[in-house]
């Protein structure tokens, strides 16, 4: 990233997590919100039964929200993946965290794989 400054400063991160289930992904946006200061960008279903959230804000927030939801979706017995991108280069970290950015990742995603045609 020599050269290109991020346009969030040096202490934002954009954290990702994948739940099965919708019971599992709403317990765990519930606990994110009440676990930290993280915004909440927005939530997608990406295929399935599965759906992916995205969060953005201070490195310790995003943390701390991500750690909670995978509480809470193991709490519900659902599988749970979670990406903590920390300081995203201003690319990346603008494509994921404007809301209705994940319909646009995700039918990127599936158009690359094949899926969906």
């Not at 599992?24 to 279903?45: L, N």
């Not at 646009?104 to 794989?113: C, D, H, M, Q, W």
Request: contains cysteine; negative net charge; proline residues 2%.
């Amino acid at each position: 990233m020599r050269g290109r400054k991020s346009v969030f400063g040096n202490s934002i991160a954009v954290g990702i997590i994948e739940i099965d289930g919708y019971v599992a992904m709403a317990a765990a946006v519930e606990a994110m919100f009440k676990a930290s200061d993280a915004e909440f960008v927005g939530s997608q279903r990406s295929g399935g039964i599965t759906f992916c959230g995205v969060v953005r804000g201070e490195i310790s927030a995003v943390e701390y929200a991500l750690e909670a939801g995978v509480e809470a979706a193991r709490q519900a017995d659902a599988n749970v993946k979670t990406s903590l991108l920390v300081r995203p280069d201003g690319d990346v970290g603008s494509l994921l965290s404007r809301p209705g950015a994940m319909r646009k990742v995700l039918a990127g995603s599936a158009n690359e794989t094949g899926v969906g045609e």
